[in-house]
């Protein structure tokens, strides 16, 4: 998925998806970032083209390494659950600052 499309699966609106990751899922992104990194240096690429092709490698990296892991446990690591505990209050409860 992407970011924009993640957080509106986890429902979050304007705060840091990463902090509202399970353990899993942040390993799975920075597995995919690192080989993308490498892979972007091994390779010393020129132009966005070129990084388009190996951050989908990279992203290929964690997907079979998610895939694995839910072969493994035989579930979903990918959760619409959030890691942090809040709450949005509906536009009508926001409370007035009275000065």
Same mark, same amino acid.
């Given at each position: ?6 957080? *509106?699966?986890? *429902? $979050?609106?304007?705060? *840091?998806?990463?902090? @509202?990751? *399970?353990?899993?899922? !942040?390993? &799975?992104?920075?597995? /995919? ?11 010393? &690429?020129? +132009? &966005?083209?070129? @990084? ?5 490698? +990279? /992203?290929?990296?964690?997907? !079979?390494?998610?895939?694995? $892991?839910?072969? @493994?446990? /035989?579930?979903? !690591? $990918? ?17 007035? $600052?009275?000065?």
């Amino acid at each position: 998925m992407k970011a924009n499309e993640y957080k *509106s699966y986890k *429902s $979050i609106r304007k705060e *840091s998806l990463r902090d @509202n990751m *399970s353990d899993i899922e !942040v390993a &799975l992104t920075d597995l /995919g970032e690192i080989d993308t990194r490498e892979l972007a240096k091994e390779y010393k &690429l020129y +132009g &966005l083209e070129q @990084n388009k092709k190996i951050a989908k490698m +990279g /992203g290929h990296a964690a997907k !079979v390494a998610k895939e694995d $892991i839910e072969k @493994n446990l /035989g579930k979903s !690591v $990918i959760s619409n659950q959030n890691n942090l505990p809040y709450q949005y209050l509906d536009e009508k409860y926001k409370l007035e $600052i009275k000065k």
